[in-house]
């Protein structure tokens, strides 16, 4: 074996926020704080070097020019998709348009700060 992705880091104006936003929407929890503001969300029982990578928002005042050249994609694990995205939508993601033509089976969303992400049709067993 390689390598295997333990935890990603955004940055964020309102880590506090970020860390609400994508707990409700991956079922993580806190995992800790640092000096510096970041703040570490992971799977609950298990958290960094478990199965599923981390998620780290750490402050940032630094304006962003244009979109992340990376996204996160997730998937539903416990109801359809369309169930799925009412819950986000209500947790406060925000639909997305980047030239999808209608016919994609995903959704692109942005969360409260504007990351995009999207949410995939095939649903998946939680771990």
Known sequence: ???RISELVLDAADPERLAV???E???????????DGSIEIGPP???FGGP??????S??????????????DVSAT???????????????AKPADVGQTGAE?????????GNEFCLLHARIQPL
């Not at 416990?78 to 169930?83: G, L, V």
Request: aromatic share 6%; charged share 20%; with cysteine.
């Open 1 to 3: 074996m390689a390598c």
């Open 21 to 23: 936003f994508w707990s």
């Open 25 to 35: 929407v991956l079922g993580y929890v806190e995992l800790g704080r640092e000096d």
């Open 45 to 47: 029982g298990t958290g």
């Open 52 to 57: 599923q990578p981390t998620l780290v928002l």
């Open 59 to 72: 402050p940032s005042s630094a304006p962003r020019a244009g979109k992340l050249p990376l996204h996160i």
């Open 78 to 92: 416990d109801r359809d998709q369309h169930a799925e995205l009412e819950r986000l939508l209500a947790l406060g």
């Open 105 to 113: 089976s995903w959704h692109v969303l942005t969360d409260p700060e």
